[in-house]
């Protein structure tokens, strides 16, 4: 008896720790929840009565939920009722479906970019990705080490019109790619945890520089501040320097997701600084393998900016 009872434990432990990481050939893009959305959708546009509403959202879109949607839901406290008031918008979800639809049909290309990093890293981690239509609240995030995905988020085109959701703060298509990069390699940083601005900006910073390693580009959405660093470059790190042993939720505000205060301050320099820093570190590194395993795992990030030799660009020999 007693056993049995440790058995049972034992199998509500394990699938209640669904904290396992997946391999670039086994971790799955699930869209479920998007297509449990528009068969909800079609069904919700028509009808006024708000009890009826609410009713077949919770039937066809949150009791069916997936494991990334349930997570989210919970995350985020989503109720359908919220998602009623939402769906009134029909000449904006009317206008973002074929986008999203697009998104669907680029798996081959998602998952052969993402497997990538295993090939710069090969004990690189990955997750499961939920795609989901939520309400707006991230772009992407990570719950347990499982990657959910607001995919209304990155279908901003010509077409996207709006009754009362606001079309500014959507990104176009492209803009997924890249994130869903950046978010696959965080999965894989073991020194995460940090405490000060500096290590926010390496964590942050080098997870575009594997990016752009991996795939040449630099994300689309941080385009403009990687031109402005680069042209201001010794000015931003001299301003970096005196907040880069600061708690990092003291000055986060200044280097990072800044747009209200960007007359003040250029927005997200602080991706730039962290990925300049790791950029010399590599460039500095003879054994490029090792170099980058270092950048993932080693929690003494002021021991990576010394060895970096980071001194803010070419200005300073
Ligand atoms: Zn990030």
Redesign the pocket.
């Known amino acids: 008896m007693k056993k049995g009872l440790f058995i049972i434990f034992l199998l509500l432990c394990i699938s209640s720790c669904d904290n396992n990481y997946k391999t670039g050939d086994n971790f799955q893009l699930v869209f479920t929840d998007v297509d449990n959305f528009w068969k909800m959708y079609d069904k919700v546009k028509t009808i006024e009565k708000e009890d009826e509403r609410v009713k077949i959202i919770k039937t066809e879109y949150f009791d069916i939920a997936t494991l990334g949607f349930k997570k989210l839901i919970k995350l985020d406290k989503l109720t359908p009722k919220y998602y009623s008031n939402y769906l009134r918008d029909t000449l904006f979800y009317n206008s973002i479906r074929r986008n999203v639809i697009y998104l669907k049909k680029d798996t081959v290309l998602v998952r052969s970019n993402l497997k990538k990093f295993s090939e710069l890293y090969p004990k690189a981690k990955f997750s499961d990705i939920y795609f989901v239509i939520g309400l707006f609240n991230h772009g992407g995030v990570v719950v347990n080490n499982t990657m959910i995905i607001e995919n209304q988020m990155y279908t901003k085109s010509k077409e996207t019109i709006g009754d009362f959701i606001s079309v500014n703060n959507l990104m176009d298509k492209q803009s997924l790619l890249p994130l869903l990069i950046?978010?696959q390699i965080?999965l894989s940083q073991e020194n995460k945890n940090r405490n000060t601005l500096l290590g926010d900006a390496i964590?942050?910073g080098c997870?575009d520089f594997f990016m752009y390693l991996q795939t040449n580009k630099r994300p689309s959405t941080l385009q403009k501040t990687y031109n402005f660093g680069l042209k201001n470059e010794f000015e931003v790190w001299e301003k970096f320097k005196s907040d880069m042993k600061k708690e990092r939720n003291s000055v986060k505000n200044l280097w990072f997701y800044n747009y209200s205060i960007k007359e003040v301050v250029y927005p997200d320099l602080g991706y730039f600084i962290g990925h300049q820093i790791c950029k010399s570190y590599y460039e500095n590194s003879i054994n490029k393998k090792k170099a980058i395993e270092f950048l993932l795992t080693e929690k003494d990030f002021e021991k990576i900016l010394k060895l970096s030799k980071y001194r803010g660009g070419n200005k300073i020999k």
């Open positions: 950046h978010e965080h964590v942050e997870a």
